[in-house]
């Protein structure tokens, strides 16, 4: 059955089509560097946003009209949403898919009956991936939604709560392994705290890592062979969110040897979130060998919550995508859309302006930032920038050589220092030459 009636495949017809179903700036086969760019840009589709949201909203109803608002029995309308999903990443040239184990199937009330639905629909989704070149990005398991998640998962107070989250991740485990997912994600849902007066973050922290640390030695026992990603968030559903940021979990994983299992899968919005920018999360990870994946979104800077945005902002796209070519491109992650139409946007077609306008502003960005990468510019000024430790004091203070009684040495003779302009200003309005068009462009 075709649940998407009113839309055919979405083609690449140029910058200046006027037809809203195209591509303007994402051209799949084009290549890039000795690549297709949807080899550069690997997108996926969010399940959760796409096929479970409703609209809904603290004022009002859902408001989402869906092809398959008629389908009443659970699993029928599970099945019904997995035909859509390949459709709708089909006829948007979407390779990927991302998922939890509550989105495509529904909870009962036994661990074993939930199991049991899961295993259903796992090898439905088998079945059509054999007629489809669609493919899991990542899986992860929902320990959030649920009343029994209210203290948090992993770090909950109630030890049988931790039980029941490793049991369910166990088998998002295995079902993103059986599924072939490239990659295993863990979103803190509830690990974090609402009051330090009823929270021992100590023991909280702990075992949080035991749990990882149980989560690393089931993929090996399994032979998944994955890439473990962890998404940080600062706040929302909790006050503190123990991942509050990439800094913060590098420190985290760290100081309980778990850093060599983990990437990190990087979300805009809560970049935004945690008060830093998007490049800043993307580099962050870059420089400490984590970039993993992207959830590709955007926050309203005038709103302290997780908006959940299409992004549609070439300069942010632009500048991530320059931090992903720096890391050197995506390896097993790449961009999914952790992202939703808004709640008047309710027909099934916003479901294909929205994937189409994040697309095109992400290849728009891809290919700015490459020409920006290829000319060097920017690295030539930041060499530049830097040069005094090429040579002399420079030069002994990063080879380890100097110490602070060399430096007093060398500092008493100086008897005035150079300083050399940031310009920053110009370096911004270079990067407009970029994104605007120009010269360089
Ligand atoms: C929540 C969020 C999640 C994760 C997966 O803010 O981003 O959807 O991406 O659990
Ligand atoms: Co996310």
Redesign the pocket.
């Known amino acids: 059955m075709e649940y998407f009636k009113n839309v055919k495949t979405i083609n690449y017809e140029g910058a200046n089509s006027d037809n809203p179903l195209s591509f303007k700036h994402y051209n799949p086969s084009e290549v890039i560097d000795g690549k297709p760019m949807k080899e550069h840009l690997r997108f996926a589709v969010a399940y959760w946003h796409t096929y479970q949201a409703r609209g809904v909203d603290p004022f009002g109803a859902g408001t989402a009209v869906r092809p398959w608002d008629d389908i009443s029995d659970p699993m029928d309308l599970a099945k019904a949403k997995m035909e859509a999903n390949f459709e709708l990443c089909e006829k948007l040239q979407v390779p990927f898919f991302c998922f939890h184990d509550r989105d495509i199937s529904p909870e009962d009330k036994t661990l074993s009956e939930t199991n049991k639905k899961l295993d259903t629909i796992v090898s439905y989704a088998k079945e059509l991936m054999k007629t489809s070149g669609v493919r899991v990005l990542w899986g992860t398991a929902n320990a959030f939604s649920n009343p029994r998640y209210m203290h948090g998962a992993a770090t909950s107070c109630n030890a049988d709560v931790f039980a029941f989250a490793a049991a369910q991740v166990k088998k998002a485990m295995e079902a993103t392994k059986e599924l072939g997912g490239q990659n295993y994600v863990f ?1 803190g849902g509830r690990e974090g705290y609402e009051t330090l007066l009823n929270t021992d973050m100590k023991l909280e922290l702990e075992n949080y890592a035991r749990f990882l640390q149980m989560a690393v030695d089931y993929a090996k026992e399994i032979g998944f062979e994955g890439q473990f990603l962890i ?1 940080p968030k600062p706040k929302e559903p909790t006050k503190h969110q123990y991942d509050f940021d990439t800094a913060t979990v590098i420190a985290f994983l760290k100081t309980y040897g778990l850093d060599k299992h983990f990437k990190m899968n990087i ?1 805009a919005n809560h970049a935004t979130l945690a008060g830093h920018t998007f490049q800043h999360e993307l580099a962050t990870a870059r420089i400490n060998n984590m970039f993993g994946s992207i ?1 590709a979104n955007q926050g309203d800077m005038l709103l302290g919550w997780d908006t959940d945005q299409f992004p549609t902002n070439i300069y942010d796209t632009t500048l991530a995508m320059y931090e992903t070519i720096k890391a050197g491109g995506f390896t097993s992650g790449g961009l999914n859309f ?1 992202s939703k139409p808004r709640r008047a946007s309710f027909t099934p077609e916003d479901l294909f302006y929205s994937h189409i306008a994040g697309m095109d502003t992400f290849a728009k960005g891809f290919k700015i930032a490459h020409k920006m990468h290829n000319d060097g510019k920017f690295e030539a000024f930041m060499k530049n920038r830097y040069s005094s430790y090429n040579s002399g004091i420079g030069k002994e203070i990063v080879s380890g050589k100097a110490d602070f009684k060399a430096l007093e040495k060398y500092a008493l003779k100086i008897d005035d220092i150079a300083s050399s302009s940031g310009n920053q200003e110009m370096l911004e309005g270079l990067l407009n030459q970029y994104i605007l068009g120009g010269n360089s462009n």
Do not use: A, P
């Open positions: 979103w998404e979300e959830d952790d």
